[in-house]
């Protein structure tokens, strides 16, 4: 019998179980993950995901649409009232009507293929330049307003 079988049998009969580098090193990795933080997998995401956050900026752009429709109703009046409806801005006011449909569509075609974060970053840059574009048209108009009543 070797000098290091005895140390083993007596390590054993005196309830010394340290773990040796080279002994059982399976447990040892073992127990240091079960330390360690738990790794997220990430979710699944489900088409209906997508569905729902597509619906949600439609009713965005849409709210964007019924603005440009009530300004393409009553700035023609406006103007009318001050007797200047011949520079009634009809180009400005029927993009005013086209481009949030159009700009929702494009954010939809651009992020068709993306996970659904990209795809709502997209479709909120999309309701932003959105939005951007009818204040530049509402102030165009006003400009076209003044100019037509000699100020």
Known sequence: MSASDAVNRDEAANGDESV????????AVTAEESYAAPVRQPREERAGDSG??????????????????????????????????????????IAGV??????????????????????????????????????LAEQLARQIAVTALGG
């Open 20 to 27: 040796h580098p080279d002994e059982n090193a399976d447990e």
């Open 98 to 135: 086209a481009l949030p449909a159009l700009l929702f569509a494009a954010a939809l075609w651009v992020g068709r293929r993306m996970r659904l974060v990209p795809k709502a970053g997209m479709l909120l840059v999309a309701l932003g330049v959105s939005a951007q574009l009818s204040l």
């Open 52 to 93: 729902i956050v597509a619906a949600l900026f439609a009713l965005a752009f849409g709210y964007d649409t019924v603005e440009a429709v009530a300004n393409l109703q009553q700035l023609p009046l406006l103007y009318l009232g001050s007797a200047i409806e011949g520079a009634t801005p009809w180009w400005l006011l």
